[in-house]
């Protein structure tokens, strides 16, 4: 639908609460980012020149942008029309924004724990610009004594040329977009690849021996069915990854869908509602445990628990440093959080200029700390009191009693000695049910 299409006056006569309106509801970090601050960012700086908390492992996380195509889905800072000279461009500006960091007190001298290549699509990038980046990034920044380096990818990116060289650069974790694997729901939606792409990428990974290959999946496309959703868990089954990770289809205000439904004057999106979504996560989830899968956070599965780790998250969520790189990234050192530029041109700039591209920051006070790391590690199903009560001198069955009071009422969860937990139904809705430990200033706060 075309943008410059006049709006319909006309909206829905009643919209239920399980109706999936616009908006972020999956909680990534806290307080939200609405609240973080451009005049913060003389704190950030200022937090660069102090040395490292002792025994803090350090994660760098690189943020690249480029996708063949934009999902009507997708909400992330992506660019579609970028030429080889651009990218470039912006490998270098990467490069030169982790050198001038690995200078400052707060990361000179520390090894990276673990490595996490996040887009838009960082398989679109070529052998020779993969080489480039990550032999860069290893001379100012080691990852020989990294636990885990992950590498998000778009199945039709992938040739068997390209993981071989993800492989010989040190990946440890592919992980799949597939979303779906039925070509009409792929396409209507907008992703760039097809079902075939998604065989055969996954079988050459298969081969060449990555120690983890995760999928993704979407629950609630465009046009997504029941059957065809349980196709989609029969396949992932059969094709046997290592860990399946499976979200549930919202729709930010940033979105091609959101545009289509402002134009429309609509209210409801056209995809399935909270209640069935749930729903299809929670077959799911209980088709991979009788396959022998695990259940390990509100989002994945893993075949083997000892053997599939999940560093990245577990070691944010438990307060670890992240070094955010690139155009619009975030990350946090030393508890303070910061935000890149948001934009392609500025971010090359600042680096131009010898500049880091901050664009805006936050330090948490002990107790959003507190909040951030409970509610991040509950996604996990359960934590332990006594975690918190040491790393914060604050017992949380005391600080949360009445969202905990709430959340057991609601019949999603409970305490058993030490243990704080929810239980299935309440894991399936976990990113609802957070914001009851949110201080009131950030509950109806718009998350992104």
Request: hydrophobic share 35%; glycine share 6%; proline share 5%.
């Amino acid at each position: 639908m075309s943008e410059t299409t006049a709006p319909v006056t006309q909206t829905p006569a009643v919209v239920t609460p399980t109706d999936t309106t616009v908006g972020n509801y999956f909680v990534s970090n806290y307080p939200p980012f609405s609240f973080w601050k451009q005049e913060e960012t003389a704190v950030v700086q200022k937090t660069l020149e102090n040395a490292p908390k002792p025994n803090t492992p350090l994660g760098v996380y690189l943020h690249i942008p480029f996708c063949r195509k934009r999902c009507h889905f997708c909400y992330f800072r992506v660019y579609t029309d970028k030429d080889s000279t651009a990218i470039k461009a912006y490998i270098d500006a990467a490069l030169k924004e982790l050198d001038i960091y690995s200078q400052k007190p707060v990361i000179k001298g520390r090894k990276a724990s673990f490595v996490y290549f996040g887009g838009g699509t960082p398989s679109y990038l070529s052998v020779d610009q993969l080489k480039q980046l990550t032999d860069g990034m290893k001379q100012r920044i080691p990852w020989d004594e990294a636990e885990e380096v992950t590498f998000e990818c778009e199945p039709g990116t992938l040739t068997e040329h390209k993981l071989k060289a993800l492989r010989e650069i040190g990946v440890t974790r592919l992980s799949l977009g597939i979303e779906n694997f039925d070509d009409h729901i792929l396409e209507i939606n907008g992703r760039a690849h097809r079902s075939k792409e998604v065989f055969r990428s996954f079988n050459y990974a298969r081969e060449l021996g990555f120690p983890q290959i995760n999928v993704d999946l979407i629950s609630g496309m465009v046009e997504e069915t029941e059957s065809n959703w349980k196709i989609n868990i029969q396949k992932t089954i059969e094709l046997s990854p290592d860990s399946v990770t499976i979200y549930q289809m919202e729709i930010p205000y940033n979105t091609t869908i959101y545009k289509e439904m402002k134009a429309a004057g609509k209210l409801v999106a056209p995809v399935a509602d909270w209640e069935t979504k749930r729903g299809w996560v929670k077959y799911a989830f209980e088709e991979l445990e009788k396959a022998g899968y695990s259940i390990s956070s509100a989002y994945t599965a893993v075949k083997n628990k000892e053997k599939t780790k999940f560093i990245y998250r577990d070691k944010l969520w438990a307060g670890a440093d992240l070094l955010g790189l690139g155009v619009a990234s975030f990350g946090h050192l030393q508890g303070t959080h910061f935000q890149n530029l948001h934009d392609f041109e500025p971010y090359l700039l600042a680096l131009t200029e010898n500049k880091l591209p901050i664009y805006r920051g936050l330090t948490p006070s002990n107790d959003e700390r507190l909040i951030r790391e409970f509610v991040l590690q509950l996604k996990l199903g359960q934590v332990s009191a006594e975690y918190f009560t040491k790393k914060f001198g604050i017992n949380p069955l005391e600080r949360f009693a009445t969202p905990l009071r709430t959340i057991h009422d609601w019949g999603f969860g409970g305490v058993d000695g030490d243990r704080i937990f929810l239980n299935r139904d309440g894991l399936l809705q976990v990113d609802r049910l957070l914001h009851e430990f949110f201080l009131p200033e950030h509950r109806n706060a718009r998350y992104a």
